[in-house]
T-cell receptor
Framework: AAGVIQSPRHLIKEKRETATLKCYPI?????VYWYQQGPGQDPQFLIS???????DKGSIPDRFSAQQFSDYHSELNMSSLELGDSALYFC???????????????????FGPGTRLTVL | AQSVTQLGSHVSVSEGALVLLRCNYS??????LFWYVQYPNQGLQLLLK??????LVKGINGFEAEFKKSETSFHLTKPSAHMSDAAEYFC??????????FGKGTRLHILP
């Protein structure tokens, strides 16, 4: 079965540079979530999109922005990178509201493999 | 606001022994509860989820968890540990169509 695709898998940047992370959700999933996992930390919610509109916002720095496109893929844009931005960035997708699994749940989030960003 | 607390950042068990990873949640209404596993340098894999159906939830790789409302707990168990179970385990809470809030994680070590 198709899974969430994230690219690139690894990215090395210098301080003050910019980075763009991409997420391709599972087909027919219309909701995308972004999470950041620092070294030895639990994943922290950054931002989410539903039907190409921002649906929720967490602890996302103002230097970061994101959007969801007409094909439902999402991009996380990061500017003025800092050493502390080094982390694993996960994207997760969940099905459209009309799609339900065997337990009637619409919102199981399926995680991608992550993009490991290293800021030097 | 909902939250989860995982007791023990590191748990060590012998191969073949019972695995018990503890998780307590805090929420004003019964939430959805999840256990995720993360192997080194890999992504998050859903082990199991509770969504107000059966209180005893069976997941992949022989893991199961029981939702106990009176104790606000959702502990993860496996009768017999395998070396391949060594990983980081995250308990998480969410509401329908909402972000997931993760616990701090418990690293499971399997002793030969």
């Amino acid at each position: 079965a198709a899974g969430v695709i994230q690219s690139p898998r690894h990215l090395i940047k210098e301080k003050r540079e910019t980075a763009t992370l991409k997420c391709y959700p599972i087909p027919r999933h219309d909701t995308v979530y972004w999470y950041q996992q620092g070294p030895g930390q639990d994943p922290q919610f950054l931002i989410s999109f539903y039907e190409k509109m921002q649906s929720d916002k967490g602890s996302i720095p103002d230097r970061f922005s994101a959007q969801q496109f007409s094909d439902y893929h999402s991009e996380l844009n990061m500017s003025s990178l800092e050493l502390g931005d080094s982390a694993l960035y996960f994207c997760a997708s969940s099905p459209a509201l009309l799609a339900r699994d065997s337990q009637g749940v619409t919102d199981t989030q399926y995680f991608g493999p992550g993009t490991r960003l290293t800021v030097l | 606001a909902q939250s989860v607390t995982q007791l023990g950042s590191h748990v060590s068990v012998s191969e073949g022994a019972l695995v018990l990873l503890r998780c307590n949640y805090s929420s004003s209404v019964p939430p959805y509860l999840f256990w995720y596993v993360q192997y080194p340098n890999q992504g998050l894999q859903l082990l199991l989820k509770y969504t107000s159906a059966a209180t005893l939830v069976k997941g992949i790789n022989g893991f199961e968890a029981e939702f106990k409302k009176s104790e606000t707990s959702f502990h993860l168990t496996k009768p017999s540990a395998h070396m391949s179970d060594a990983a980081e385990y995250f308990c998480a809470v969410s509401f329908p169509n909402d972000k997931i809030i993760f616990g701090k994680g418990t690293r499971l070590h399997i002793l030969p």
